[in-house]
T-cell receptor, first 112, second 115 residues
């Protein structure tokens, strides 16, 4: 089945700088790539997603890039704020029904 | 809006006993519901995917005998953790799909502690 690797597992950045999280997948049939933010004690919330017919998507300070050839996708948070501190999970979904395979997560800390 | 509720939010059970948890979709029809477990310090493992009027698909390492699921209509699903042990502790999330898997909404989770 699909495997998703997510790096780094821990990321600390200074407020105002950018943060980048990278994910890679194995199943070339995967066509949907959501990103979730999970704050302590809370459920994961979808923050941005990208489908395989796109290479780039931006929602405010969030940018996702997809390289289908390399089977990689990434999340970039520009101008980070302390409120961006959380766990972030990438995921991939292929043609095998609705199954989402998650990456291992990245704990982002934004220092004031 | 689309909301997913889970009950209970937190629960504690004795080792060897069972615990039932519920998932309710509000504001949309949940044609499919996926149950995940997030163990301490780990990512999300898919337990099973349940689609109304179809057989429930369990992932490797998870069985119906251990995690029986009921999905009787388009707004409700429940899962029981039978004979819970320490390795079953974690956050159990239900993710309800609207329509043809276009978007998945997660509930707040049921945090299970096993003593």
């Amino acid at each position: 089945g699909e495997q998703v690797e997510q790096l780094p597992s821990i990321l600390r950045v200074q407020e105002g700088s950018s943060a980048s999280i990278n994910c890679s997948y194995e199943d070339s049939a995967s066509n949907y790539f959501p990103w979730y933010k999970q704050e302590p004690g809370e459920n994961p919330k979808l923050i941005i997603d990208i489908r395989s017919n796109m290479e780039r998507k931006q929602i405010q300070e969030l940018i996702v890039l997809l390289d289908k050839k390399a089977k990689r996708f990434s999340l970039h948070i520009t101008d980070t704020q302390p409120g961006d501190s959380a766990m972030y999970f990438c995921a991939a979904r292929g043609n095998a029904g609705a199954k989402l395979t998650f990456g291992g997560g990245t704990r982002l800390t934004v220092r004031p | 809006g689309a909301l997913v509720y889970q009950y209970p939010r937190r629960t504690i059970c004795k080792s060897g006993t069972s615990m039932r948890m519920e998932c309710q979709a509000v504001g949309f029809q949940a044609t499919s519901v996926a149950w995940y477990r997030q163990s301490p310090q780990k990512t999300f493992e898919l337990i099973a995917l349940s689609t109304v009027n179809s057989a429930i698909k369990y992932e490797q390492n998870f069985t119906q005998e251990k995690f029986p699921i009921s999905h009787p209509n388009l707004s409700f699903s429940s899962m029981t953790v039978l004979n819970a042990y320490l390795e079953d502790r974690g956050l159990y999330l239900c993710g309800a799909y609207r329509g043809n898997y276009a978007e998945q909404f997660f509930g707040p989770g049921t945090r299970l502690t096993v003593l």
